[in-house]
Nanobody, 128 residues
């Protein structure tokens, strides 16, 4: 059974950086998959942040483009989200998620129903 475990969240000041990790177990990297990061702030809907597919193609939400970078290390079964120039509005619970089979990264982050498996989340708090 596929399981995802996030880590790396914390509290930083605006302008700071964090790197989130998502370790995936029970998952044999196949020819096609999409993995991504979502976030949910209190009182707001969950939204897609960044996604990557098995070919290494990526997609980002406009709000994080040029500040966040998604990457995957298949040898370590780990996906990362490097977050730079953090803003208070980035404060949220961050979740990693995966959808098996062929998919476009843009599709994954545009549809919160698209992922098949979710992690438990890691909190990111950015103070001004």
């Amino acid at each position: 059974q596929v399981q995802l475990v996030e880590s790396g969240g914390g509290s930083v000041q605006a302008g700071g950086s964090l790197r989130l990790s998502c370790v995936v177990s029970g998952f044999t990297y196949r020819n096609y998959y999409c993995m991504g990061w979502f976030r949910q702030a209190p009182g707001k809907e969950r939204e897609g942040v960044a996604a990557i597919d098995s070919a290494g193609s990526t997609s980002y939400a406009d709000s994080v483009k040029d500040r966040f970078t998604i990457s995957a290390d298949n040898a370590k079964n780990t996906m990362y989200l490097s977050m730079n120039t953090l803003k208070p509005e980035d404060t949220a619970m961050y979740y990693c998620a995966v959808r098996l089979g062929f998919c476009f990264p843009r599709y994954l982050i545009s549809n919160v129903r698209a992922p098949e498996k979710w992690g438990q989340g890691t909190q990111v708090t950015v103070s001004s």
